[in-house]
């Protein structure tokens, strides 16, 4: 109960800030997004739940879905996913090239754009129809029929996502990439483009929180995965700020240009927030704001 309180507390205490940041406009779609949007969502694993703002209303995912490619290619493929990319945190921006031309196509970690498109090309050798299978995974972590991919955005970002297409050809280039670049693209451009609200998003990462365990009892991860995967948030889920909110957070979590971001309490709860103007490092600047006042207002973090 005490959380709820601390909840509308920090929440109206972060609404009343003057209004930094921008909204991302390198993706034309993402940029008729209303920027004072600001929702919050807790869920725990005893199954209870709490809501303020506009936690209802749905956002683009863009790169929190990265920790649920990961999730699915790492099932499959257990330890061996790790010849394939790293998992230390990059220091670079997300969309960076730099590393990868010295590190021979290898990307640092699973999160920075480089790493998602090696883990969409894991999902497309593996996956017999890749963007349906993974739909389908995703619905089944909670349950959940409505979760779906937005054309609309997915069609804005590949028109102008020449970053990402020259990530993937240099990769591709190195051989660390075995399908066609626009194939991973397209699989890349379609995981980033769902559309989840803060509801949907704390409950998609519940089985995190649950060692690697759905609510309803399946098994997605197994508990040293669903360990390694949040130690890859804590470490590398915000780029090169990913430090920062460490410091300031404590908690494991990841981050998206939408404006989102989901956090996790290992055991206990995951919150997601969505505030849609970007820091310049490319991380929601309430959301940010927020969960530095709620973990220290409630004491709980993994510190
Ligand atoms: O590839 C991109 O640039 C976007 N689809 C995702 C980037 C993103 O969300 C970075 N996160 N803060």
Redesign the pocket.
């Known amino acids: 109960m005490y959380l709820n309180e601390i909840i509308q507390e920090v929440f109206h205490e972060v609404d009343s800030l003057e209004a930094k940041g921008q909204v991302a406009s390198?993706?034309p779609e993402l940029k008729k997004v209303e920027p004072e949007k600001f929702g919050v969502y807790l869920s725990t694993i005893d199954n209870t739940g709490f809501g303020i703002g506009n936690c209802y209303e749905t956002f683009s995912i863009?790169?929190?879905a990265k920790v649920l490619s990961l999730s699915l290619a790492y099932r499959i493929l257990g330890e061996k996913i790790w010849e394939r990319l790293g998992v230390e945190p990059s220091g670079t921006a997300?969309?960076s090239l730099i590393q990868l031309e010295v590190e021979n196509g290898i990307p640092r970690n699973p999160f920075i754009?480089a790493g998602?498109l090696v883990i969409s090309d894991i999902l497309l050798s593996h996956l017999e129809h890749p963007k349906e299978d993974f739909l389908a995974f995703i619905r089944s972590l909670s349950n959940n029929r409505k979760i779906d991919y937005s054309s609309r955005i997915a069609t804005s970002?590949k028109q102008v996502?020449y970053?990402?297409v020259a990530l993937c050809n240099l990769i591709k280039s190195f051989g660390n990439i075995e399908n066609e670049p626009a194939d991973v693209l397209n699989f890349?451009?379609n995981l980033?483009s769902l559309e989840v609200n803060c509801q949907e998003l704390s409950g998609l990462f519940l089985f995190l929180a649950n060692d690697g365990c759905t609510l309803s009892g399946s098994r997605v991860l197994s508990q040293s995965q669903s360990k390694r995967v949040k130690a890859l948030m804590q470490t590398c889920g915000?780029?090169d700020e990913s430090g920062e909110f460490s410091f300031k957070v404590g908690l494991p979590g990841k981050?998206?240009?939408?404006g989102g971001i989901v956090a996790i309490h290992p055991k206990h709860y995951v919150i997601a927030v969505w505030s849609p103007r970007l820091n310049s490092k490319?991380?929601s600047y309430k959301g940010m704001k927020f969960l530095e006042e709620f973990t220290t207002k409630s004491q709980l973090s993994i510190f």
């Open positions: 390198y993706i863009q790169s929190i997300f969309n754009n998602a970002e996502g970053r990402n890349y451009f980033c915000f780029y981050s998206g240009v939408g490319g991380n």
